[in-house]
């Protein structure tokens, strides 16, 4: 088993951290984004979306998007569980995930394509569009300070791959695509200060 990794990218990150809160210890490749190494024919053949992560199967196969990765390791070794011991907890785990996948992790993403010289001549950029979302991520911070309230984590009383999934989406909005968070939002900074002292943090 193997998995083919980046360390600046949000979904390999996710899935490191998922990894890492799991205890396990798994070879990984890098392959640069950045450098198009991720759309080479030999990892289009891997993964035909040319998304990372990907990882290899111990039978030569290769399964790619993260979440669906988490939930292969998650069959696999159910304990510390992340996304939900019965089918009611695996649905409001899963709700909170997407939630902040699309609507924190999405936007953050997109402003990051369209704004940063990066992505100058790999992509049709919109400089607008990319302001925009740069927007929504605000009001989103706002939006899942106001939904954490005084809760210890996302999806409820125990940390789940909401948590890391929404640590991730902040950490990527803040470093990368350069939005800060309201120093004013209490929750959300409470909330972010707390997943970021694990030790899987450092992933």
Known sequence: ???????????????????????????????????????????????????????????????A??????????????????M??????????????????????????????HTNELFKGRIKQFPEYGAAQRETVAQQFQWLDAQIGDKPFIAGDRYTIADITGEVAVDFAVQLAGIPMDPALK???RWHKAVSSRPSAKA
């Open 84 to 113: 939900g011991r019965d089918s009611r907890e695996q649905a409001f785990i899963e709700m909170w995930n997407r939630r902040v996948e699309l609507n924190l992790l999405g936007p953050a993403a997109r402003a990051f394509q």
């Open 187 to 189: 929750n959300l900074g």
């Open 1 to 63: 088993m193997k998995i083919y990794d980046f360390t600046l990218a949000p979904n390999p990150r996710r899935l490191r951290i998922f990894v890492a809160e799991k205890g396990l210890k798994i070879p990984t490749e890098q392959v640069d984004i950045f450098a198009g190494k991720n759309r080479t024919p030999e990892m289009l053949a891997k993964n035909p979306a040319g998304g990372l992560p990907v990882m290899e199967l111990d039978d030569g196969t290769h399964l």
């Open 65 to 82: 998007e993260s979440v669906a990765i988490c939930r292969y390791l998650e069959g696999l070794h159910p304990e510390p569980n992340l």
